[in-house]
């Protein structure tokens, strides 16, 4: 696990300046705080930041192949490198290391581009043919690996993160208002785009080839979802079971200490009860919960009760509002803002684990592969709902639930929140209805925000262009498997694997996901779906699956995110952050949004007449991000100012 980053002078008219190199790998220490490494060459140069987990004295990167034409720089972990590696001395290539990032390099001399399809694992890999002149740039097929480009017509910068493309004297620091509407539709910037005018992603399963001054991106992976395979439900317990096992066990590879996040949901429980399967000690599990009138999103007794059945060394940390003073931080670490609160439980259980381990595997991605989101049940809840008069639907139910209120923070008022948007969007297309369920701010609340209401849109129409370009792609596949495939497009490698990778390595930890394993990823997309979700059980085969690891408590309880009470926080204890961020002065000072339009937003969440918890946060850590990669103020200097109205209030 490291960071990477370097340059390419596309008319290989001059060699990239080591000083520049030097900040760039001084922008992302935190990825890579045990080594760093680079590599300069005939226009181009590779550099690195290592957290060393395999081979600690032997895998220093860049590393290059026998007679130093190729080079590569990895972020990330080959988990079949052991394989690949036999296989390749068999085929007469003579390794230096036991390093997993070497076989990259050999793999590529006997195979070519389609080396990547041989690897399992996550990566963000820069590769370097100096007889060819070429420069690979590739990300893992799902996304685990974040790696930023940017491009004018003499140059290629890359990087895992931004900040380290920001180095560059010619890269501008704006504001990409084409991406605008996007980060206020879905919470975030979907990739190709970021926040920043200019630098782009490249996209899960993508390869970049820069060569001779050409450049063109590849696909070599997308999921499929029209080979339905034909098995009984037993047999699909069988290999379910059989390969989430295999898929934690590879992911225990590793020559330093490492651990779980225990959250006390299914799908992290599975992961300790498999470790703790294929483990001789204690495996060290972290959680994170609440207190007070917060404990609506607790989940440490859950987490304590697989705990002590599978006797870990459990440790847990309890959050209070007092967290913004991270914010300015993590918002930096992300690079791009989002509105999703599980950056902050993410990056503090991360600091947590990080005392004791530095390796971390965790659940995340079993909702997309086997069925977990409610909003996979509104194509059953469709068939009852079609049955109540159409006066009821269109009136009277509608009417009734806006005079109800909604919070996430109490059981029956999140139920009203769901069952509000679900009412709203249930006559409308496929994507439209989709991103009712996933979607922050609505075509008519973007109209508010941005014109003063003055816009005229068709508020019926998905406002996503991605979405609506994902769903296009999958037409093949049924209602529920269409919306499984645009979730792995979409929000899961641009919202949660992006937050995860930032956060835990925010805290200098690796990250391992044995849910987003390539294998067990396809065979997820074979399944039938309504294995995934059954009538109203959701996740039906997987907790099959894994019941004879897990108590009824753990496989019966109701879905719960992984974020923190913000909503309540921001009603209460972080009111402040609101004031100070989305003043009336300070939104007419930023010029992007209509100063009205994001009062009214505030009054609402105050009142709980509407839960926008997702609204404000989106709007407060857009400001934060201005502040520090458009204003140029250093993060900790940002929160001083927030910290001056709390004393104030």
Known sequence: MCGIYGILNLKQDSTPGAALLARMGKAVEHRGPDDEGVYLGRGVALGMRRLSIIDLAGGHQPISNEDETVWVVCNGEIYNFQELRARLIAQGHVFRTKSDSEVLVHLYEQEGLSFLKRLRGMFGIALWDAQRDRLVLARDRIGKKPLYIWRSPHCLIFGSEAKSILQAPEVPRRLNRAALPQYLALGYVPAPQTTFEGIDKILPGHLLVAEKGNVREEE???????????????????????????????????????????????????????????????????????????????????????????????????????????????????????????????????????????????????????????????????????????????????????????????????NIRYAAAFVKGADWDPVARYESFVGVFSPAMQDQLLNGGRAILNHNAPHSETLRRYFSRCTNADGLNQLIYVDMKSSLPDDLLLLTDKMTMAASIECRAPFMDSELIELSSRMPSDLKVRGFTMKYLLKKAVKPWLPPSILNRKKRGFGAPMGSWLRKDLNFLVQETLSESQIRKRGIFDPAAVQRIISDHQAQRSDYTDHLLALINLELWTRIFLDGLDWQRVHPTLEAVAGRA
């Not at 898929?247 to 996040?261: E, K, T």
């Not at 381990?357 to 909702?367: E, F, P, R």
């Not at 709902?385 to 999140?414: E, I, T």
């Open 220 to 414: 070599y992976w997308d999921p499929r979802f029209d080979q339905i395979e034909s098995r009984s439900k037993n047999e699909w317990i069988e290999i379910v079971r059989e390969k989430l096992v295999e898929s934690v066990r590879v992911r225990l590879v590793s020559d330093v200490p490492l651990g779980a996040f225990l959250s006390g949901g299914i799908d992290s429980s599975a992961v300790v009860a498999a470790m703790a399967r294929l483990t001789d000690r204690p495996v060290k599990t972290y959680s994170i919960g609440f207190a007070g009138d917060d404990s609506f999103y607790n989940e440490l007794p859950y987490a304590k009760m697989i705990a002590e059945r599978y006797g870990t060394d459990h440790h847990e940390i309890v959050v209070r509002p007092d967290v913004s003073e991270l914010l300015p931080k993590l918002i930096w670490h992300l690079d791009e803002p989002m509105a999703d609160s599980a950056l902050i439980t993410t990056y503090l259980v991360s600091r947590l684990a990080r005392e004791s381990v530095t390796v971390i595997l965790s659940g995340v991605g079993g909702d997309e592969l086997f069925g977990g989101y409610r909003r996979y049940l509104a194509e059953t809840l469709r068939r009852y709902y079609s049955k109540l008069p159409g006066v009821v639907r269109r009136n009277w139910l509608p009417g009734a639930l806006a005079r109800l209120p909604q919070d996430r923070h109490s059981a029956w008022k999140n």
